[in-house]
C-alpha cells in the first residue's frame, strides 16, 4: 500500500517515479524554472538517492525544501521557489 501524497498541497507537481538520477533533479529543476518566486512544487520519485539529493539541490540552487516524507518506496518532497 502507497501513502496519499494529495495532503502535501503544492501549486504544481512533477511525478518523476520510475526515473533515475538525474533525471529527477533535472525534471524539477525545468518545472522550478517554469513557476513564479514563492510557488511550491510538489514531487514524486522512487528513485532511493533522491531522499539525499532533494536536500542537497535545494541547497545549492537556493530553493527551499518545505517537507519530505516517504512510505512504500515513493518519496515526496514540496519545494518552494525562491
Known amino acids: 500500500m502507497t501513502e496519499d501524497f494529495s495532503h502535501m ?3 504544481c507537481e512533477v511525478d518523476v517515479r520510475g526515473l533515475n538520477c538525474p533525471l529527477p533533479i533535472l525534471r524539477t529543476k525545468k518545472a ?3 513557476m513564479e518566486s514563492g510557488q511550491t512544487l510538489r514531487v514524486l520519485a ?3 538517492g533522491a531522499r539525499q539529493d532533494f536536500p542537497a539541490f ?3 540552487s537556493g530553493n ?3 517537507a519530505q516524507t516517504g512510505s ?3 518519496f515526496a518532497f514540496v519545494l518552494r521557489r525562491r
Do not use: R
Request: charged residues 15%.
Open 64 to 66: 527551499v525544501l518545505l
Open 58 to 60: 535545494a541547497e545549492q
Open 46 to 48: 522512487t528513485d532511493p
Open 72 to 74: 512504500g518506496g515513493v
Open 9 to 11: 498541497q503544492a501549486d
Open 32 to 34: 522550478l524554472a517554469g
